[in-house]
Structures are given as structure tokens and as C-alpha cells.
């Protein structure tokens, strides 16, 4: 029941709606199978009307029975037992429609197996094209889903955070800018604020796990990032970091900012 419902749930569907409109416009028009010849104009919309709308009603039915038997993700199956019912059971319809000759004044009516070969057609050709545009639509998403789990997979891992950060409180936390060491103290300088750890300072070093920076002095370090300019006081070389402090740079330590292009 459950897929009966589901079958039937587009039926009213603007798209559905819309081409039901169309396919009675132009069936009216161009009178296919001989109607354009054996009715008049009037007649001939009413007769497709007829036509299309059972055959949109009863397509709906003969899915939902295939839906019943196959499994939904085997479509060329569910396809070829779509096409059987419908067409059996629009041939009946279709019949069943076009020997009223009373309403489409009409004096000769094809056999009934004229108009069975008429639906096993169309049937077979809507099926087809159907299937067409599951598959194209089925491999879409398939390549959709595949490119997305590539960049997924592609991207960067997040870098994990340094072993010094489990040493910071939660409101400490953040991008590690500076380091310097007083007495057995070290002041870790984050762009949440600062905080002082008693540890050795080599430990600290160590503990950064390679963040891009530079040991300025034997008491500090300095992050790439933190790093706003290099200031000189005659002989002194300083590196500016934000909130306007200065760190004095060694002469021992030079050649890492001039590497960098800082000197």
C-alpha cells in the first residue's frame, strides 16, 4: 500500500497537470492514428482528452503494480513490467473509449487489436525513454556524490592543535603567537590573552609540534603570524607583535628573520 501511495503522490503534480495539457493539445492537432481524418476538430480534443487522461491514470496504476513485484532499484525489470500492464490495461481502455462512436462521430472503429499494437508502441516508447532518463539521471548523482566525496578526500586534514595547548585554560585557548621564559616560568602568549606555565623552556619549544616561527632570543619565541615588523634602535633590532609589544632580537638569532626575508 505504502507504494501505491507513493506512486500516486506526483499524480497531481503541476508537471504531470502540465503535461497532460500538452499532450491533449498536441494529440488534438495533429490527430495521430487516423483521427485527424475520421473526426472534426471538436470531437478529436474530446477524444484525446479521453485518451491521455486514462492513460496518465491507468500508467499511474500499471507502475504501482510493478512497483508491487520488482524491486525499485532494478529499473530495467521494473521498466518492462511497467510497460506489460500498462499496455494491457490501456489497450482495454482506449477500447473502450474509442467504440463510443456516438460521442466522437466516428462510423469505423479500428479492431481491438489494432488499437492494442497502438498502445504496445507508445508504451514501449515512453518506457524506454523513461528508462533513458533514469539512467542519465542515476549517473549524474552517482558522479555528483563521487566528485564531492574527491574533495572531500582531497582536502586537508585540520592541523592537530600543539601539546603546549593542553596546558592552556579553556579561555586561553587559541593561535599560539609568543613565548617567554622568566625565572622557571613560561608566559605563552595567545590571541585570547596570555598565561604563565611552570615548565622549562626548551620543553615549550618542543611542545609547539613545528608551528611556523622563530627563536628570537635565548628568553623568547615568536610566531610567523604574530610577526607585524622589525623595528632597529641603533644596534638593537626589535620584532614588533600586536598590541604594540616589542621583542628584542639577539644577534645569535638573526639569521632565522633574515632567512625569512624580516632582516
Request: charged letters at 15%; glycine letters at 8%.
Amino acid at each position: 500500500m505504502d507504494r501505491f501511495r507513493a506512486t500516486y503522490a506526483t499524480l497531481m503534480s503541476w508537471r504531470i497537470l502540465v503535461l497532460c495539457g500538452m499532450m491533449i493539445v498536441v494529440a488534438g492537432v495533429a490527430g495521430p492514428f487516423g483521427t485527424f481524418e475520421a473526426m472534426d476538430p471538436l470531437h478529436r480534443f474530446g477524444y484525446w482528452a479521453a485518451v491521455v487522461v486514462s492513460s496518465i491514470l491507468l500508467g499511474y496504476t500499471a507502475y504501482a503494480c510493478a512497483s508491487a513485484l520488482v524491486a525499485p532499484d532494478n529499473l530495467p525489470r521494473l521498466t518492462l513490467v511497467g510497460i506489460l500492464f500498462g499496455a494491457c490495461f490501456n489497450s482495454v481502455a482506449v477500447w473502450l473509449i474509442t467504440i463510443q462512436t456516438w460521442l466522437w462521430g466516428t462510423k469505423v472503429v479500428p479492431t481491438f487489436w489494432e488499437l492494442a499494437g497502438y498502445c504496445v508502441l507508445v508504451h514501449i516508447a515512453v518506457g524506454v525513454l523513461r528508462l533513458f532518463f533514469k539512467q542519465i539521471m542515476h549517473s549524474y548523482q552517482q558522479g555528483a556524490q563521487g566528485y564531492q566525496q574527491g574533495a572531500q578526500d582531497s582536502a586537508p586534514s585540520p592541523q592537530p592543535a600543539p601539546r603546549i595547548a593542553r596546558r592552556l585554560p579553556d579561555d586561553m585557548q587559541g593561535d599560539i603567537l609568543h613565548l617567554s621564559v622568566r625565572d622557571h616560568f613560561v608566559e605563552i602568549f595567545t590571541d585570547a590573552g596570555s598565561v604563565s606555565v611552570r615548565m622549562r623552556f626548551r620543553d615549550a619549544l618542543d611542545e609547539l609540534d613545528g608551528i611556523n616561527g622563530y627563536r628570537v632570543h635565548r628568553s623568547h619565541w615568536v610566531s610567523h603570524a604574530a610577526v607585524q615588523g622589525i623595528e632597529k634602535d641603533q644596534a638593537r633590532v626589535y620584532v614588533c607583535l600586536p598590541e604594540g609589544r616589542r621583542v628584542p632580537v639577539s644577534r645569535n638569532y638573526h639569521a632565522a628573520l633574515e632567512d625569512a626575508g624580516w632582516l
